[in-house]
């Protein structure tokens, strides 16, 4: 036997004002934690982000449930570094001048890379943030712009960190030195012409596609202040100028027409 079911008492029926509830739930479950996410783009195109929070409940070590390890590895990836184990997220205490955050790239192939970043949340507005190259002695100001940089294939595990500050004024001047030195590829003359005012010892010079792919190499060792090298002729397109120098390698892109 059937009965008509009594509207007021079935448990079929939501309450009126769920979509408030579950707003409501929401806002107290809000984040105002500080988090950084950091971007990395490889030669091959893949996409890596990684994460840094702020908790006062955590260290500069390995922090159980509050630091995620990196368990799905890319031909090309970038990791923080704790305790020479790889994690994708890490939680800190805080951000200042005196925090490093080491972290390591893994390559495939040789080519030009960028580390940006992705994502601010919840940051003071006078945050900067670094990449510091160990090898060559450099600040480069993220909140500015990309940091791009030609690598060979490999790993790099104790080159790269991320900081808050630019603390050692030395390492400065050795930027703005290197910094000095120019080079390009003249489209008129099919030569590629390094200008070294500064008369630093010029090692090398190879020329790169966008694959990667070496199209010329050749040895210098040379202080002079103009040299010159013609290249044979080779298809128009972008490519990645690699000069290695006494204060560090330098890429630059170039378009040959």
Same mark, same amino acid.
């Given at each position: ?29 809000? @984040? ?5 996410? +950091? ?36 031909? @090309? @990836?970038?990791?923080? !570094?704790?305790? @020479? ?19 390591? +790239?893994? !390559? ?33 100001? +993220? ?13 790099? !595990? ?11 004024? +030395? ?39 966008? !694959? ?46």
């Amino acid at each position: 036997m059937f009965h008509e079911e009594d509207p007021t008492s079935s448990m079929f029926i939501k309450p009126s004002n769920t979509k408030a509830n579950e707003k409501s739930t929401s806002q107290q479950m809000a @984040d105002g934690r500080t988090k950084l996410r +950091l971007g990395f783009n490889s030669v091959n195109t893949m996409h890596r982000q990684l994460l840094v929070t702020i908790d006062s409940l955590t260290t500069l070590g390995y922090d159980w449930g509050y630091d995620a390890p990196n368990i799905d590895n890319q031909i @090309d @990836d970038m990791f923080w !570094l704790i305790d @020479d184990e790889k994690y994708v997220i890490q939680a800190i205490h805080e951000m200042n001048e005196h925090i490093a955050l080491p972290f390591g +790239l893994h !390559l495939r192939n040789d080519g030009l890379n960028n580390i940006t970043i992705d994502k601010l949340e919840n940051t003071p507005e006078d945050l900067v943030v670094y990449v510091h190259d160990k090898e060559l002695n450099s600040y480069h100001n +993220l909140s500015q712009d990309d940091y791009e940089i030609f690598l060979l294939a490999g790993d790099y !595990l104790n080159r790269f960190e991320i900081t808050f500050s630019t603390n050692q004024a +030395l390492d400065i001047e050795d930027v703005k030195e290197k910094a000095k030195i120019e080079v390009f590829y003249s489209n008129e003359k099919k030569h590629i012409i390094i200008q070294n005012p500064v008369n630093t010892l010029v090692k090398s010079i190879e020329l790169y596609n966008v !694959l990667g792919q070496s199209i010329f190499k050749r040895e210098i060792l040379s202080t002079k202040n103009n040299i010159e090298y013609g290249v044979t002729p080779i298809r128009s397109g972008v490519y990645i100028l690699n000069i290695d120098t006494a204060n560090g390698i330098l890429s630059k892109k170039v378009l040959i027409e």
